[in-house]
């Protein structure tokens, strides 16, 4: 394999693994299953347009800010109420504010697609092993790699993480060992919408648009990478994002012109066998909460 291969494929695996955590933290604790994630990726996506010609440090700043925000009013507007719901209760919800996220994005700021222009040195390439590597896949390598290792770090080495990982694991007995609910889920979606920015970051990268509905196709990926690797289980939900980025770019290599339109059918095909062997997923944890 060649290192521009390598480095394309762990980068987008580890873009993918990003969105399974979004989506496997907030499961684990409140059994959301949030389809308001997409919006929350798209919020950040268009910070990045509208601070396009701002050095490129402040149009991530403001991506960050922009996605913290509204993941926080997402909890505090419609989850805060919810939290003891059951979970057809809290999918239902999470459409609701997805919906209208995207209808105030459609009659507001993005009434169609926007163009971003690309920053000049995303399109260089750099000599490397021997290899031409587009710089565009070695920051998207360091950016995700190094968000996964925050999380990493965040979740097992400090209180806060140790927290999370027990509400995760088990809410409600979390709970009775002390930990704060009012202190944990808003750092959730702290910690979900820091996660979407980084991710919306690179979408916008390599996509250079952005749009109301953008949102969805990552949304997917989270979900479908999380069941693949254990939704009740972050290790395994970053496991099953990281495995489903890597696959897909490996498709893109192999399969041959004529049947690269096909990419998803196989690629999903092979999740389903995954499914049939594994329906807990590959790495399988504690059962989730439900209320």
């Given at each position: 394999?060649?290192?521009d ?5 762990v ?7 990003l969105?399974t ?6 499961f684990?604790?409140?059994?959301l ?19 396009q010609?701002?050095?490129w440090?402040?149009a991530?700043a403001m991506?960050l ?5 509204v993941a926080?009013?997402s909890e ?6 919810l939290?003891?719901?059951d ?5 239902i919800?999470?459409?609701a ?8 994005a459609?009659?507001t700021v993005?009434p169609r697609?926007?163009g971003?222009?690309p920053?000049?040195?995303?399109t260089?390439?750099?000599?490397l092993l021997g290899?031409?590597?587009s ?6 390598l360091?950016?995700?790699g ?12 400090t ?5 999370l990982?027990a ?7 979390a709970k009775c ?5 009012n202190?944990v889920?808003p750092?959730?979606f ?13 979408l916008?990268?390599?996509?250079g648009?952005?749009?109301a509905?953008m949102?969805l196709?990552?949304m997917l990926i ?11 289980n972050?290790?395994g939900?970053?496991l099953?994002?990281?495995l489903?980025?890597a696959?897909?770019?490996l498709?893109e290599?192999v ?11 196989f ?6 066998l995954v499914?049939?062997v594994?329906?807990q997923g590959?790495?399988?944890g504690a059962k989730?909460?439900?209320?």
């Open positions: 394999m060649s290192v291969f390598l480095v394309a494929m980068g987008l695996g580890a873009l993918y693994a969105l955590i979004g989506v496997a933290l907030l684990g604790i409140l059994g299953m949030n389809f308001a994630y997409g919006e929350i990726i798209m919020a950040a996506a268009f910070a990045m347009y509208l601070f010609h701002s050095p440090p402040v991530v991506a800010v922009f996605a913290v925000v926080l009013l505090r507007l419609a989850f805060f109420r939290r003891d719901a979970p057809v209760t809290l999918m919800a999470s459409f504010v997805s919906l209208a996220v995207q209808s105030v459609r009659m993005l697609a926007q971003v222009s920053k000049s040195f995303l260089r390439h750099l000599d290899a031409s590597v710089v565009r896949e070695l920051l998207t360091a950016l995700c190094g968000a996964l290792a925050a999380v990493a770090l965040l979740l097992g080495r209180g806060l993480g140790i927290q990982r509400a995760a694991e088990n809410f409600q007995m060992l002390g930990v704060r609910a202190l889920i750092c959730a702290v910690v979900v919408g820091v996660l979407a920015a980084i991710s919306s970051i690179v916008v990268w390599r996509q648009s952005v749009s509905d949102g196709q990552p989270g979900v479908v990478g999380a069941v693949v690797g254990g939704m009740s972050l290790r939900a970053a099953g994002g990281f489903l980025g696959a897909t770019t498709l290599t399969l041959p012109a004529n049947l690269i339109a096909f990419r998803d059918s690629l999903f095909t092979t999740v389903i499914l049939i594994r329906p590959l790495l399988s989730v909460r439900v209320s």
